[in-house]
């Protein structure tokens, strides 16, 4: 069981890029014990020219993210945010290793999806 997370980056290390300018997304697997998995660095259409956004930009943004419970950037406008929220992908804006955020994300999904009597007995 893991979670696929996908990192605004240019390089596979840090988190760098605005969601909006990004022409990439490094998607990882995230593990339980917050190591992960490079899956791919996937290609995607910037959404942000002169500042705006169209609507079938945007929509193809969510689309190649699908399959990811949440996405890593280095910033990330309020309409895009709440784009990828409505879509069920969870937003976390902070430029920051890769490998930190792995294990932080892997704490905070593993709290976030215990069973019903394990958080009982916290």
């Known amino acids: ?3 696929r997370v996908a990192a605004a980056s240019i390089d ?9 300018r990004s022409k990439w997304f ?9 190591t992960f998995v490079s899956v791919e660095r996937r290609s995607v259409t910037p959404l942000c020219e002169s500042g ?10 969510i689309q190649a993210l699908r399959d990811c ?18 879509a ?8 920051v290793i890769i490998e930190d955020a792995a294990q932080k994300l892997a704490a905070y999904y593993g709290r976030i999806n215990q069973p019903e009597s394990n958080i009982e007995n916290t």
Not at 12 to 20: A, D, F, Q, R, S
Not at 26 to 34: R, S
């Open 12 to 20: 596979g290390i840090l988190v760098t890029e605005h969601y909006g």
């Open 1 to 3: 069981m893991g979670w």
């Open 26 to 34: 490094y998607i990882v697997d995230v593990q339980p014990d917050g």
């Open 69 to 86: 419970v949440a996405v890593l950037v280095a910033v990330i406008g309020p309409s895009a945010r709440k784009q990828l929220e409505l």
């Open 88 to 95: 069920g992908i969870a937003v976390f804006e902070q430029p």
């Open 52 to 61: 705006s956004h169209s609507e079938s930009g945007m929509a193809f943004g």
